[in-house]
C-alpha cells in the first residue's frame, strides 16, 4: 500500500522560509522521480520542482533560485526547502512519485500560506 506523510506546511511571512518533507513507502522509492507540485486557489496544479532516481533536478521558473529540492533514499523522504517566499507562492503543495514502472502516485498535500 502506497503511504505519504507530507509536513513542514503553515504560514509563513513573505520573504520567509518553510521546508517540506513527504514520508514515502510502499512503492521502490530509490527508483522513482520524485516531484512537489502545487494548487493555487482557483488555478491549475503545477510542477514546481522535479528529482530524478539519479538526483538530477528541475525547477519551475518562478522558484528558480529560491526552492531546492533533495532526497534522501535511506529514509524514502523528499524535501522541499523554501526560501525567500512570496504571496504567490500560497497553495496546496502536493508530494507525487512516478515509479520506474510507470505509475503515478500523489501525497494528500500540505497548505503553504505566504502572508504580504
Known amino acids: 500500500q502506497v503511504q505519504f506523510v507530507e509536513s513542514g506546511g503553515g504560514l509563513v511571512q513573505a520573504g520567509g522560509s518553510l521546508s517540506l518533507s513527504c514520508a514515502a513507502s510502499?512503492?521502490?522509492?530509490?527508483?522513482?522521480?520524485m516531484s512537489w507540485y502545487r494548487r493555487a486557489p482557483g488555478k491549475e496544479r503545477e510542477l514546481v520542482a522535479v528529482?530524478?532516481?539519479?538526483?538530477?533536478?528541475n525547477y519551475f521558473d518562478s522558484v528558480k533560485g529560491r526552492f531546492t529540492i533533495s532526497r534522501d533514499n535511506s529514509k524514502n523522504t523528499v524535501y522541499l526547502q523554501m526560501n525567500s517566499l512570496k504571496p504567490e507562492d500560497t497553495a496546496v503543495y502536493y508530494c507525487n512519485a512516478f515509479t520506474n514502472y510507470g505509475k503515478n502516485y500523489w501525497g494528500q498535500g500540505t497548505q503553504v500560506t505566504v502572508s504580504s
Open positions: 510502499g512503492f521502490t522509492f530509490s527508483s522513482s522521480a
Open positions: 528529482i530524478g532516481s539519479g538526483g538530477s533536478t
